[in-house]
């Protein structure tokens, strides 16, 4: 090899075209190659491993010098591209994708490693670590993924048998209840109510419903029931997996300057569907059932309508692949719960979600084989962690900090406060939406959290909405400290609603009282807990259907009245207490009074929320 040769391998890159382009791994040289494509190989290798070099006999050396510049065939596999078209990639590269800032700096680095990677990924195939090898569907490609997102962003994964044989793990973060020990009787991390409020169906509640539907008079909550029941009408009693799809759409991510008192985004719609797709495995493991999952992660920063926009386009590429399923879960989290709404409904008046499961009306298929003209329904589900559905703290568009953010994000970020006006496009839209997909029988689990920074409780129920298929629920860190009166509070109004009753506003006079630290809220801590995709998970599988079109009830309120007068405290809390005699356990009541007197509150807030509630001691 000359001189110039060695020169030019070191270089690490070879010109085409007056192009970069990054080379790849030669897996199977056959026949003749390009002088430079082996000299850089060659490279490659001895930067990887230097003791290989050392080894390298003559019969090798002869195989890998340069030879002529006919076009011979020559199999390579490709590791990376600077393309940002491209869609074929592997998991080991969305593993280790770096942002374009990043990207000039450590080219020749990144390089390197990807090519040694894909060398030896053939050697240590058999190896329990190696994260099984991810595709994408060819030929229906969604639209680029955006800067800031990974590769496999906005691209619909189709289901993958390596990965489905892989075992479940512990959600990270996620601590083992059973060996942690606490000092208190509170859970690690708990959800309230659960889903065991909801009662048994039963021939005699059905009997009931069916009466009281005839009378005007609606039905007011669902009943859990095995979830085999309706899985068993689709799969046709396990003769065939069931398919899922698993849609992330992440939230509203804070330029760099402000992440430093709020935190950074992680976030993401990918690690949202894979946070899911662990629970989902388990969930029906446990259940015997076989499944194919399948997976697309919605990313993209903006506003709510344009966000719509762009992720209407990516899901209507992929319209077959999705009317191949027949349960869709949708997860999302702060302002990607209205854009889920709105988008789902979109997508349902458009045809291009099909919720009878039939092809025919839907032009999708050309043969008549394929027409299933008795098709079950499908089962989509929404899971909302912290959405912003009403806006943030009411009067925090006023705050120094937000005043100085909206001189450089203005759009993004006021449009938030938008929620906060019934009257406005945005609200608007969402409640039609909310109305759409409930009249295709869509199952929605609003999870708030109960130190969150940023989303009210109220705005994180969608409060000024009601229906049966919507499931309410607070996250509780025990991170947080949260008073044992504060947490009984919150489960016994959210049982209320979910049955159908009234809380008497305590959720919106509390919340302003709740709000957790910018640098340590409940905010990006809820997405993180495997209770929260599981009550979504249960809420759309364990639950029966409305007898009869039951219609939304819409109930605005005014958000400045919201905690400004002290007095309203002890009078909602006296409809709470006679809902609750009158509709639950009367035993909640007396726990209800004794967790007021042991509690010692430390913060002026709470502080004053003990005050208000004084009369509690003569139990009213």
Not at 589 to 618: M, V
């Amino acid at each position: 090899m000359t001189d110039k040769a060695v020169a030019e391998t070191r270089q690490g890159v070879v010109e085409t075209d007056n192009r970069p382009t990054v080379m790849v791994a030669v897996t199977e040289p056959v026949g003749n190659t390009q002088p430079k494509v082996n000299d850089d190989s060659t490279q490659d290798k001895a930067d990887a491993a230097p003791h290989q070099r050392r080894e390298t006999d003559a019969s090798e050396q002869s195989r890998m010098s340069p030879p002529n510049n006919s076009s011979g065939g020559t199999h390579l596999e490709v590791a990376a591209s600077t393309s940002t078209t491209s869609h074929k990639r592997t998991w080991s590269f969305w593993s280790r994708y770096k942002s374009d800032d990043n990207e000039t700096n450590d080219n020749n680095n990144n390089n390197t490693a990807e090519r040694g990677r894909s060398q030896s990924s053939a050697r240590h195939s058999t190896k329990s670590d190696t994260p099984p090898r991810v595709t994408t569907v060819e030929n229906n490609l969604g639209p680029a993924a955006p800067k800031y997102g990974n590769p496999l962003a906005n691209t619909y994964i189709p289901y993958n048998v390596d990965s489905a044989e892989t075992s479940e793990e512990t959600l990270p973060g996620q601590p083992d209840n059973d060996n942690t020990e606490t000092d208190s009787d509170q859970e690690p991390n708990i959800v309230v109510p659960s889903f065991d409020i909801l009662p048994k169906k039963s021939l005699w509640n059905s009997f009931y419903d069916m009466i009281g539907s005839r009378n005007s008079n609606p039905q007011k909550y669902v009943y859990r029931t095995d979830p085999k029941y309706k899985l068993n009408a689709i799969t046709h009693h396990n003769r065939r997996p069931l398919k899922i799809l698993i849609v992330g759409v992440h939230g509203f991510f804070p330029l760099k300057m402000l992440r430093t008192f709020i935190g950074q985004p992680t976030g993401t719609s990918m690690k949202f569907i894979t946070e899911a797709e662990v629970v989902v495995k388990k969930y029906f493991k446990e259940k015997n059932i076989p499944i194919e999952i399948s997976k697309i992660s919605l990313e993209r920063e903006g506003e709510i309508f344009d966000r719509v926009d762009f992720f209407f386009d990516v899901m209507r590429r992929y319209a077959r692949e999705i009317n191949d399923s027949d349960f869709i879960y949708f997860v999302s989290h702060s302002q990607g719960c209205p854009v889920t709404i709105i988008l789902l409904a979109r997508l349902i008046e458009a045809g291009i979600i099909n919720i009878d499961d039939s092809k025919l009306f839907n032009n999708q298929s050309n043969s008549l084989d394929d027409i299933n003209l008795f098709g079950n329904k499908k089962i989509i589900s929404i899971l909302g962690m912290a959405g912003i559905n009403n806006g943030p703290f009411y009067g925090r568009d006023q705050t120094f900090l937000v005043k100085a953010y909206q001189t450089i994000a203005k759009d993004a970020m006021m449009e938030l406060f938008e929620l906060q006006k019934f009257d406005s496009i945005q609200t608007k839209k969402l409640v039609q939406s909310i109305r759409t997909i409930i009249a295709n029988n869509v199952k929605l689990t609003l999870i708030a959290s109960i130190n969150d920074q940023l989303v009210p409780l109220y705005s994180a129920f969608c409060q000024f909405v009601d229906h049966p298929n919507i499931f309410r629920a607070t996250f509780v860190d025990r991170n947080s400290r949260t008073p044992a009166f504060i947490t009984r509070i919150v489960k016994i109004a959210g049982t209320l609603l979910n049955l159908g009753y009234r809380d008497h506003d305590i959720i919106k006079e509390i919340s302003a009282s709740l709000v957790g630290q910018l640098t340590g809220g409940g905010h990006s801590s809820i997405y993180n807990e495997k209770q929260v995709y599981e009550m979504g998970l249960k809420f759309a599988l364990e639950t029966t259907d409305t007898h009869k079109s039951v219609p939304v009830i819409y109930m605005p309120y005014k958000l400045s009245e919201l905690g400004s007068n002290p007095y309203h405290l002890p009078w909602c809390m006296r409809g709470l207490l006679f809902e609750t005699k009158r509709n639950l356990n009367a035993d909640e009541i007396n726990t209800l009074y004794r967790e007021y007197e042991d509690w010692k509150p430390e913060s002026q807030q709470l502080k004053d929320i003990r005050y208000r509630l004084n009369g509690l001691r003569y139990k009213l």
